[in-house]
């Protein structure tokens, strides 16, 4: 059967036992297998199987994490976040999304086997492709920065979490979170802040003189109770939000969700002693 260029769909011609030549375009192209061929010549170079690790190289993505494979496409250090396997080799996730495409193109002209990239894809996967690899289909979306990830860059971790590889490294080596989760905490402190103002002033009588026993009294507590109260339910829901058992919690975070709870607590006991007519 004929080579197809991956590119324009031309006629690779074979250049030596393991590199072809597109007749249209000139480019140049391992053939790492060819199904329907007999077996490669003996004196081809053999590939290993496991490229040669780099335990004393940093890896040229993370630094921070020590390389343990090199790219059998690139040869770029990589370490075991960046790591794909695919035909019992390792390559990067530039490579590897390369690969797959690769593959699912020769696939594609008339071949009745399965594409797996493409079965790959989720139902609820986001509408938009890989935000890293523009031309795969995305899979899921990263919990942390709602990146869409294709299926090389989807990390799953229990609980139905998935994360890029780039949030991946950051969980796990720095206490930073999403600008998402900081956001909720900084609105749901901001809203126990304008609740405490509102209570310290009714404890101190700020309010009384509007208090009157006719219509326009009671009309001046509604507004102050919605202008407590509403605030106060936001803030608790975006403090609750916020915090996530799976990922990092800060500071900021827990005092949000305490402050907005303590709060909570005293308006409805408010609440309960006006009922019982605690205050006349």
Not at 24 to 49: C, I, K, M, N, S
Not at 126 to 136: I, L, Y
Not at 225 to 253: E, H, Q, Y
Request: charged share 15%; proline share 5%.
């Amino acid at each position: 059967m004929d080579l197809i260029c991956p590119e324009c769909r031309g006629s690779l011609q074979m250049a030596s036992a393991r590199i072809a030549v597109c007749a249209q375009h000139g480019g140049r192209f391992e053939v790492l297998f060819d199904r329907y061929a007999a077996p490669l010549p003996a004196t081809a170079p053999v590939v290993t199987t496991e490229p040669a690790a780099a335990s004393d190289t940093a890896c040229d993505v993370h630094p921070r994490q020590v390389a343990v494979h090199d790219c059998a496409a690139c040869g770029k250090h990589i370490c075991a976040l960046c790591t794909f396997d695919l035909d019992k080799q390792a390559y990067c996730s530039d490579c590897a999304a390369t690969q797959a495409n690769v593959h699912n193109a020769a696939l594609s002209s008339g071949n009745p086997a399965r594409n797996l990239t493409a079965t790959a894809r989720r139902r609820d996967a986001p509408a938009e492709n890989c935000a890293e690899h523009p031309d795969n289909p995305s899979v899921a979306r990263c919990r942390l920065c709602a990146k869409a990830v294709c299926v090389t860059c989807d990390f799953a971790l229990p609980g139905g979490v998935h994360l890029c590889p780039t949030c991946v490294e950051t969980s796990h080596s720095s206490d930073e979170v999403s600008p998402k989760r900081k956001r909720l905490s900084y609105i749901a402190i901001a809203l126990a802040v304008w609740s405490t103002i509102l209570f310290v002033m009714m404890f101190a009588g700020a309010f009384n003189k509007w208090f009157t026993p006719d219509a326009a009294g009671n009309a001046a507590d509604l507004i102050i109770t919605n202008l407590t109260l509403w605030p106060l339910l936001i803030g608790t829901g975006l403090s609750m939000s916020a915090i996530d058992r799976r990922l990092k919690n800060t500071g900021v975070m827990k005092l949000a969700v305490w402050w907005n709870g303590v709060l909570g607590g005293i308006f409805l006991l408010i609440v309960i002693a006006a009922n019982l007519g605690v205050f006349g």
